[in-house]
């Protein structure tokens, strides 16, 4: 069974920075891409950033870029979104998802993960001005 859990949100001062942690099992981790979304309420789905794990290739959404850094760890099976200068529009819940081998929702920006399978429920992320 595919299960993602999500770790290292909370509530964060505007210019503060966070990692988030993606915690994965249930497959074979290099045969798998990692994405980051997040969610903030009243609004849809944003896709920030995908990982192939087999590769380390990386790709950003364009609201991703500048300030956060995707990265993992093959060893822990564990992705990590890393984000600096948090803004209080940073503000929504963040999950991880599993899609096998590529990131192709994020080749045809953007992002919406709405044909990958596997989700986390997401962690919190909460930006006071």
């Known amino acids: 069974e595919v299960q993602l859990v999500e770790s290292g949100g909370g509530l964060v001062q505007a210019g503060g920075s966070l990692r988030l942690s993606c915690a994965a099992s249930?497959?074979?981790?290099?045969?798998?891409?990692i994405s980051w979304f997040r969610q903030a309420p009243g609004k849809e789905r944003e896709g920030l950033s995908c990982?192939?794990?087999?590769?380390?290739?990386?790709y950003y959404g364009d609201s991703a870029k500048g300030r956060f850094r995707i990265s993992s760890d093959n060893a822990k099976n564990t992705v990590y979104l890393q984000i600096l200068s948090l803004k209080p529009e940073d503000t929504a819940v963040y999950y991880c998802a599993a899609d096998y081998l590529s990131c192709l929702d994020f080749t045809s920006p953007p992002a919406t993960g709405a044909f990958i399978n596997f989700w986390g429920v997401g962690t919190q992320v909460t930006v006071s001005r």
């Open positions: 990982i192939i794990l087999s590769n380390g290739s990386t």
């Open positions: 249930g497959f074979t981790f290099d045969d798998y891409s």
